[in-house]
């Protein structure tokens, strides 16, 4: 695995990346929010992407303390996209849903290509 993307379009592949993942604890939320009405769906919400948050962090990020090797992190990564696709579905927002799983796919080829993930 490289350290460092080389190339502007590594570069961008790899902010996509970041963006895709803050994305993914934003459409749980999102579902969560929608999903009950008042201070309990905010903490579905909250709670969902906590949950999604701290299960990245221990097993895919790269500074992860129990990172999961391939393919078991390629197939973390992509459960959690198609977690947030779900949700994102399920809130009534099925283009911005098929976009995102879209981008999170071509990104992911892209990262798996050049060797970056």
Known sequence: MSDTPS???EAA??????LLELGSLA???YW????YPGIVGLVVGATGALALATAWGVFVSPRAP???PD??????????FALATVALAVSGQALLAAGYAVLAVADEAL????DLR
């Not at 592949?13 to 970041?18: I, N, P």
């Not at 969560?32 to 999903?35: I, T």
């Not at 393919?71 to 459960?79: G, I, K």
């Open 7 to 9: 190339t502007p379009l």
């Open 13 to 18: 592949a790899v902010g996509v990346r970041f």
């Open 32 to 35: 969560g929010a929608g999903v």
């Open 71 to 80: 393919p078991w992190r390629l197939t973390a990564e992509l459960l959690a």
């Open 27 to 29: 459409a749980v939320g």
């Open 66 to 68: 129990w990172r999961l």
């Open 111 to 114: 990262l798996i290509a050049r």
